[in-house]
Each structure stands twice: as structure tokens, then as C-alpha cells.
């Protein structure tokens, strides 16, 4: 994920304020790079790298990102890191790419944090996911495609889901952890279980967790996934930002 372009809103004045959610939209300079941010503090441990780029293991994440676009040692960091003629996240659109680097296409996204209306709570039918869950967890979401979800990925945070007739009717759980705060990820739903309003329980389950450490509630979406972003405002998100993630590839060859 990579962020080359955003439009962030104006904060509503007349929106109630207190200690937890002052100025939510624009109030922590991390959510503007939330990777680099998992990667150098909560997700350190899981680094690959070393001080000017980083990303996580391939079968955890694809995610990865630098420290600064500014350092021209960058480039070949990022080679030394993925390889020749491989994906990286982009940089800004401002900043020039050397010779032989490609952009792909971006896609539109948004960046939603909690506001003062979320009322997490604890569900009693959310069950722990981990590593005996993995298969079903990788099914569910290959079918109902929340997001990039790999074998690894529930090392990242807590992975709840509820199950019914014997499987995996819904599940969501955390993935990048910026400091102070915890993103809401692979919320996913089977098409049979769908109107009975799992997620929604599952998005809480998760907020409770994350408020019980101290930390925030914060989300990615797709920019045309409105039925999502819709139900996560609903649930008390607001848009902090619009956002176009792209990714670069290296040269074939040095």
C-alpha cells in the first residue's frame, strides 16, 4: 500500500471533542504512513530490511515502505530488499523515478478512523482465530475478497471469527499497527451468512480489543466498496482522507 496522492476533508467544527477522539481527522501525523510506522515499532519484529526500507515477510504481508523518498540510497535499498523486476509500493507522485523503474495503475482508496460515535462491545460467539484456522480463513477470504490475506497474515494481530454449521461464517481482525492506533482489516462475510449483520459484530469485537490496550480504531477501504464504507460510518468511522495507492517495479536489471 502506498499512498501518491490524498484530499482529506475538513474537520467538522460542530462534532463533540474529548481526550480520546481530539480532532481524529487530521490530529496523528502517523496515519499518513501507517506501514512505516508498524514496521519500525509494533511490527518490528517482523521486518524485513534494515533502516531505510522495510517490509513484511511475503507470507505475511505484501506491505513494505521506506523512511524517506528524500534519501537517494533509497533506490537501491528497495533493490537490494525485493530483487530486480519486482513490486514495491510508490512513492508520491512528485517524486521522480530513476531510469528503468515502472509505475502500474493506481486505484482509489480511503483511510477512515473512529469518532466519537463507536460503541465497541464484546461479542460472546467471536472465537479466536490462529494458525489451525488458516485454511478456512484463507477460503473465506478468497471468496469474499476483503483484501490481501496470507498464511501468516493473523501474526499481525488479534483474528476473531463466529462460525456456523460447522464453518467459518465471518471473520476480521487487526493488521498494521501504527503507533497509537490499530487498523481493522479482511472484515469478510460468506455470501450465506450475509443480512445477519456478523460483520458489524466481528468490527466491534475487534474495537473493544483495541480500546482495552489503549490504542484507536482505524480502517482501509476500497474507494467503490460504498456498501463497506457506508456500514463503517454507520458504525461510528469517519473519513480522515481519499487516497490513491500504486506500486512501482524495479528494473529487470542493474
Same mark, same amino acid.
Given at each position: ?31 499518513? !504512513? ?41 533506490? !537501491? ?12 509500493? =510508490? ?26 460515535? %463507536? ?11 490462529? =494458525? ?7 477460503? %473465506? ?48 462475510? !460468506? !455470501? ?22 489503549? =490504542?484507536?480504531?482505524?480502517?482501509? =477501504? ?16 469517519? %473519513? ?15
Amino acid at each position: 500500500m502506498s499512498v501518491i496522492d490524498a484530499d482529506r476533508p475538513a474537520p467538522d467544527d460542530s462534532a463533540p471533542t474529548g481526550p480520546a477522539h481530539s480532532d481524529p481527522v487530521s490530529d496523528d501525523a502517523v496515519l499518513d !504512513d501507517p506501514i512505516w510506522s508498524s514496521l519500525s515499532g509494533a511490527h518490528a519484529h517482523l521486518a524485513e530490511g534494515g533502516d531505510l526500507v522495510r517490509r513484511y515477510p511475503r507470507d505475511v504481508s505484501p506491505f513494505a515502505a521506506v523512511r524517506t523518498w528524500d534519501d537517494p540510497r533509497v533506490w !537501491d535499498a528497495i533493490v537490494d530488499l525485493v530483487g530486480h523486476g519486482a513490486e514495491f509500493p =510508490a512513492p508520491p507522485e512528485s517524486v521522480v523515478l530513476p531510469p528503468g523503474w515502472e509505475r502500474s495503475e493506481p486505484f482509489e482508496g480511503v483511510q477512515l478512523v473512529e469518532n466519537e460515535r %463507536l460503541r465497541p462491545v464484546p461479542d460472546d460467539e467471536a472465537v479466536l482465530l490462529g =494458525a489451525d484456522d488458516v485454511p478456512e480463513m484463507l477460503d %473465506l477470504v478468497a471468496r469474499a475478497q476483503p483484501g490481501p490475506f496470507e498464511p501468516r497474515t493473523y501474526e499481525l494481530g488479534r483474528y476473531v471469527g463466529i462460525r456456523r454449521d460447522g464453518r467459518l461464517a465471518a471473520m476480521a481482525g487487526e493488521r498494521l499497527r501504527p503507533a497509537g492506533w490499530t487498523e481493522i482489516s479482511a472484515v469478510a462475510t !460468506d !455470501d450465506r451468512y450475509r443480512g445477519q449483520g456478523l460483520a458489524t459484530r466481528l468490527v466491534l469485537d475487534v474495537a473493544h480489543d483495541i480500546h482495552r490496550r489503549g =490504542a484507536r480504531a482505524m480502517m482501509h =477501504a476500497a474507494a467503490n466498496n460504498t456498501n463497506a464504507i457506508r456500514l463503517y460510518e454507520k458504525l461510528g468511522f469517519t %473519513l480522515r482522507r481519499r487516497m490513491v495507492f500504486s506500486s512501482v517495479r524495479t528494473p529487470v536489471s542493474s
